[in-house]
Nanobody
Framework: QVQLVESGGGLVQAGGSLTLSCAAS????????MGWYRQAPGKQRELVAR???????EYADSVKGRFTISRDNAKNTVYLQMNSLKPEDTVVYYC???????????WGQGTQVTVSS
């Protein structure tokens, strides 16, 4: 069973930065396609960024140029560096892992990011 543990959320002023981390366990990390999603109350969960097992990266248009996703296979961890944060980035962020062989999806517990204006 894959387990994902997120950290790094918190409160920051507009224009500031935060880095989210997601540590995975229970499988071979390099076989996981990793991603960050976010969900506002009453809305669907949406993709923020994802990085595949072979390093391909995709970003939502709303975060391009501000957020950077990366992974460290030696540390079994994926990161989301968030710069130039805006109040509208205030939501719960979820780490996602999709196993490249089994296609099973896993989710972290979520971490709150709050950007004050």
């Amino acid at each position: 069973q894959v387990q994902l543990v997120e950290s790094g959320g918190g409160l920051v002023q507009a224009g500031g930065s935060l880095t989210l981390s997601c540590a995975a366990s229970g499988t071979i990390f390099r076989l996981l396609n990793m991603g960050w999603y976010r969900q506002a109350p009453g809305k669907q969960r949406e993709l923020v960024a994802r990085i595949t097992s072979d390093g391909s990266i995709e970003y939502a248009d709303s975060v391009k140029g501000r957020f950077t996703i990366s992974r460290d296979n030696a540390k079994n961890t994926v990161y989301l560096q968030m710069n130039s944060l805006k109040p509208e980035d205030t939501v719960v962020y979820y780490c996602n892992a999709r196993h490249s062989l089994t296609r099973v999806n896993y989710w972290g517990q979520g971490t709150q990011v709050t950007v004050s204006s």
